[in-house]
């Protein structure tokens, strides 16, 4: 064999083709019309008769307070567990604060599997319910486990498809990367976002699972709570392309931008005993604070019968009021720039990513003073009064780690009051192109700035 | 002023071409020959007399043992500290291990100036003084310094040219990440390494700085100890593209890969007290090992003329013994591959950054079981003693911070013994264009991966 037949092109130039190719079928795939998606949801739902029930922190079996710290884990010590965080940052209108947060150190897989039908990709979902989800099922990825899962730590049943992504030759994946979750919520929790071609195997499917094009996943991505997180975080790291002839800033100037808000900022993150953190409180209903405020950490016990294994209960992170995220963007020499934010959160590996122009809670800012609210909050609410969004849709965030997690998500045009084409301080234009390069490196772009990607990259918004 | 003309190309064509054109001229660039420019590093020390000596860990000046935690620190608070690190790791011969660490959470800057003069590229290089380098003046970027160095903790005089980096246009920023430093010796420290053209800009130089072209810093390369490890890791993320017909791996394959390998690693790390490390005891020589293995921590005080303060004492690292990095390397279809290492550091900010094929304390291995030893090892150990190694030079790392740490640097070609096609699990084949993709987000390359990687990047060694 020579040597010569090692190579391969270091990109597959076909692949942005393939996948435009595929964000252009709407209407109907190989398995369903899209309309009729959310009837088999419906269908699935009353397949497996799922019931969630609150219930108190205390009483969630297998989970426990541990002595000495306070911190709420799990028998087996796997899983995930909620400790206390202690956060000091150099901006904004919080300074230092505790809470508690989220740690589950192992890396999950959030994968989808890809196959062409008739020359058309499709990607393998999944009608999945997860109990923080409003509608119990939505549209997920072809598998989601944790690593606790996929070892069967429970010692439920083994996570289908999941060999398509364990023992992936490299040539058939298509995306592969890290990508943090919420920073608010999760302590450096990263995924592997994987989207793997099933090039010459024949994938069987179950009647959980159905092949859509990249265009139907856009259609759904237009109604509320039909995608869930998982599955719009992968597509939001497919390899797209930019075609776009130039944009503002070079990619090496953006990155020196990025670079400099990363340096610049001082944050000093620490873990801390749940038992010790300061300003929540724990009752019959959960840890929260008196007043009200952000979050509490709340259970639930769940019957099903499609799970991996067949009842559990676990805590949940219950945000107190639904959230917003939105991108205001514009042309520039005809080609459209989203405005994004060098966002600090606690929970980032790495400082700071980059986030949608506004990204809060909504009832947070509502008492808070006009110069605390985020840059850009009361446009983006004027604009949404006005009906002038490109795009508004409800999702709700991971529902396997929060319940009724709801986010508005937005493009919104600039008007003539905010056409400002020099972004303040920790804002900067970036094209579609250069967010679609940065994201394939993991760590980049956050989980939400990754959903309003995965609306672009999946035709559900055009600019 | 049309929005058209706020359009820049994503990327500078014709900056490969100009970097190329500057490592192809050698010999001679503006200002001085390169035979000359030991003698010039001569001259300045001899113009500055500086003097440095060894004082015991509780006599240098300012720092002092923290009541409690014991940990070594400035009595600013700033600059760094030596804290204990305790590790737990799933893979390799240690699993779980404490030890001291330098904890330095502040980014620092290393830049490099760069300017055109009869049309080739030159960098302006700066004769620098650091207590731990085994010749004290080495070959370093414009400018080097940490924040507390140039918010002026120590009130010393101002940084000179820090002003091209922190206030650069983005248009003129050619390279600009965050880079790790030693993940052996470091807590997750990151500096800015940053390249910035001063296009239009007259910059008047000092006695103590000139302009060497890329050729000229390749050809100084190949000498020991005359290049410092701040340039070197700064001409290691040189914006260069591979020109490589193809790759064994698909760029998304190889990253698919080093994802795998971040998930697949279990790393346990935390700071702890200083006072608390076991295995370590702190007598009149300063901090080590009974066993004297590793490295000890130790104190120097310096005398300077030409520094921001004319003196000061601080702590250091001094690796018992010294080390190397060797890149095994194999032409696959004609196409130079380079087999890198997804290495585990206790440091690194993500688990493990690519290493170079070999990289160890020489003599932390000498008495180790054969199954215990480094893969490759015996057989890069075998080309150097046959002469065989296509490049080979000693160079010390961050004299700042390390005092006398002598590693040997090597590209070693497969021999027909390791002439493997198939990586062994943790290894895979990368082209140096894939490498230097890499390089621009950070956090991909470990800093003796840098260091090779701007010997290819600079003409030292050509594959």
């Known amino acids: 064999m020579s040597t010569a037949a090692f190579l391969r092109p270091r990109a597959a130039q076909d692949l942005p083709a393939r996948l435009a190719r595929s964000a252009a079928v709407t209407g109907t795939g190989r398995h369903l019309r899209t309309e009729d998606v959310t009837g088999w949801l419906d269908e699935r739902a009353r397949a497996h008769r799922f019931t969630v029930r609150r219930v108190p922190l205390d009483r969630i079996e297998q989970w426990s307070f541990a002595p000495g710290t306070g911190d709420l884990v799990h028998r087996s010590g796997r899983f995930f567990a909620v400790r206390g965080l202690a956060a000091r940052v150099d901006e904004g209108p919080y300074g230092s604060w505790q809470q508690p947060v989220i740690h589950q150190p192992e890396v999950g897989i959030l994968g989808i599997l890809a196959k062409e039908f008739d020359g058309v990709l499709h990607f393998l979902m999944q009608a999945k319910m997860e109990p923080g989800n409003p509608n119990l099922l939505q549209i997920s990825p072809t598998v989601q486990a944790t690593r606790s899962n996929y070892q069967r730590v429970h010692s439920g049943s083994e ?143 769940v019957e099903a019968g499609n799970r991996e294994v067949t009842g559990w209960s676990q805590p949940l992170i219950e945000p107190c009021g639904a959230g917003m995220a939105a991108f205001v963007f514009r042309r520039l020499g005809g080609v459209p720039h989203l405005l994004v934010h060098a966002r600090v959160e606690a929970g980032f590996l790495n400082r700071l990513e980059l986030a949608p122009t506004v990204q809060c809670g909504l009832r947070d800012w509502e008492e808070a003073q006009a110069a605390d609210r985020p840059l850009f909050l009361e446009a983006v609410l004027r604009a949404v009064r006005e009906g002038g969004a490109r795009y508004s849709a409800v999702h709700s965030e991971e529902g396997g780690r929060f319940l009724n997690a709801c986010v508005r998500y937005l493009f919104v045009e600039a008007d003539e009051d905010m056409a400002l084409v020099e972004a303040p301080r920790g804002y900067a234009w970036a094209t579609v192109g250069q967010l679609n390069t940065l994201v394939a490196h993991g760590h980049y772009l956050n989980v939400q700035a990754r959903t309003l990607l995965a609306c672009l990259n999946s035709g559900a918004v055009r600019l």
């Open 159 to 301: 996570v289908k498809y999941l060999e398509h992504f364990t023992g992936a030759p490299p040539h058939l994946v298509l995306a592969d990367s890290l990508q943090s979750e919420h920073g608010a919520w999760f302590y450096r929790k990263a995924n592997r976002n994987m989207v793997v071609e099933a090039a010459d195997t024949e994938v069987p499917t179950t009647p959980d699972h159905c092949w859509l094009t990249l265009g139907q996943l856009g259609e759904l991505l237009r109604l509320d709570h039909v995608v869930n997180m998982d599955t719009r975080t992968v597509l939001g790291c497919l390899p797209l392309q930019g075609s776009e002839p130039g944009a503002l800033h070079s990619d090496a100037g953006l990155l020196s931008w990025f670079t400099a808000e990363r340096a610049r900022h001082d944050v000093d993150v620490r873990l801390m005993p749940l038992a010790d953190v300061k300003g929540w409180t724990r009752n019959a209903d959960g840890i929260g604070r008196p007043d009200g405020r952000f979050f509490r950490v709340t259970g639930v016990s």
